[in-house]
């Protein structure tokens, strides 16, 4: 298939076909775990949060809340790991907490298959590089995600970036989407804890970079 064609055509419309085909089936397991999470954590259900898309446009990401919202005697926030729910842990090991990000693709805010949309934040500490990312849609997975996810570097993470926007294709989408599939079932790379030694970010992470050279 020839790779222009596929990149300006028919990924979106796959995009926007299975990403509608997965609210319809998925239409119960939404429903139930909105009403847990309203048990559990009250409202509101979805998580917003913004992160940078295609060509550098800030969107909303959209997800299910993990967390809730205990404070302490001065009205502070907990740490996310204190306010980590059980319930919390689970959707997160099965990345269920991603599914409303569906809405996010049928919207065209995403892909289903790109670099992982981040942080607005992060944008001074790219190289000109690795600013390549953002010359594709983000993606609810990747591949980076599917070769370590936050179990890697930084350098390593966003050099697998360039490397999906570099070798974009329907072969590598599918290859991307079927070893997701393997990884969910297995729960594996997910890290729920939020632990910072493993989830530090960019910023700090080239500062401490710039720090040791």
Same mark, same amino acid.
């Given at each position: 298939?020839? #790779? ?9 419309? @796959? ?10 089936? @998925?239409?119960? =397991?939404?429903?139930?775990? %909105? $009403? ?12 917003? *949060? ?28 907990? /740490?996310?790991?204190?306010? @980590? ?5 689970? !959707? #997160?090991?099965? /990345?269920?907490?991603?599914?409303? *990000? ?8 995403? %892909? ?18 690795? %600013?390549?990312?953002? /010359? ?8 980076? *995600? ?23 294709? &329907?072969?590598?989408? =599918?290859? $991307?989407?079927? $070893?997701?599939?393997?990884?969910? &079932?297995? /729960?594996?790379?997910? =890290?729920?804890? @939020?632990?910072?030694?493993?989830? !530090? ?13």
């Amino acid at each position: 298939m020839n #790779r222009v064609f596929y990149c300006r055509y028919l990924k979106r419309l @796959l995009d926007i076909f299975f990403s509608l085909l997965g609210l319809l089936l @998925l239409a119960p =397991v939404l429903l139930v775990l %909105s $009403i847990c999470i309203v048990f559990s954590m009250g409202f509101p259900v979805f998580f917003f *949060q913004e992160r940078v898309g295609k060509d550098g446009e800030v969107f909303n990401v959209i997800k299910f809340r993990s967390m809730n919202d205990r404070r302490d005697k001065e009205g502070n926030l907990l /740490s996310n790991k204190e306010r @980590l729910t059980k319930l919390g842990v689970f !959707i #997160r090991k099965f /990345s269920l907490d991603e599914l409303p *990000q569906l809405l996010n693709v049928l919207k065209g805010d995403m %892909s289903l298959i790109g670099p992982r949309p981040l942080y607005k934040v992060y944008l001074p500490y790219y190289t000109e590089n690795e %600013s390549r990312r953002h /010359s594709v849609r983000p993606g609810i997975t990747g591949w980076a *995600q599917v070769n370590g996810r936050n179990h890697l570097d930084w350098d390593t993470r966003l050099a697998m970036d360039i490397y999906y926007v570099d070798q974009l294709s &329907l072969c590598l989408d =599918v290859e $991307i989407f079927f $070893i997701t599939v393997l990884k969910v &079932l297995k /729960s594996g790379d997910v =890290v729920v804890a @939020l632990d910072p030694r493993v989830n !530090i970010p960019l910023n700090e992470y080239r500062k401490n970079a710039v720090k040791k050279a």
